[in-house]
């Protein structure tokens, strides 16, 4: 039994040593991945800007007309998905344990 251990330690070591420290090297295609990410985010601050000036103009013409108030709503909901848009990255590296 030793003698087979021994062998396969001798293999091992063997193999190990053939592997070596191998350099890290990008995945093809990595730039229009990280191209397409940064189109995305800014897609997502226009949207957010966008929602946000939209709901300050309709709260603005809630008031002055004297109608319910639904914008308070929208531009909460427009900055919390902003919140949550900008911290995305922080947020999936707590969830994927990076």
Request: hydrophobic letters at 50%.
């Amino acid at each position: 039994m030793s003698m087979i251990l021994a062998a396969v330690h001798d293999t091992y070591g063997i193999v190990v040593a053939q592997v070596g420290n191998p350099t890290p090297e990008a995945p093809p295609m990595a730039e229009k991945v990280m191209q397409l990410g940064r189109y995305f985010t800014w897609m997502i601050l226009l949207s957010g800007v966008t929602a946000i000036t939209y709901g300050g103009g309709r709260f603005a013409w809630e008031k002055w007309n004297g109608g319910g108030l639904q914008s308070p709503k929208m531009i909460a909901s427009a900055m919390a998905g902003g919140a949550v848009a900008t911290s995305a990255g922080t947020i999936m590296n707590a969830v994927i344990g990076a």
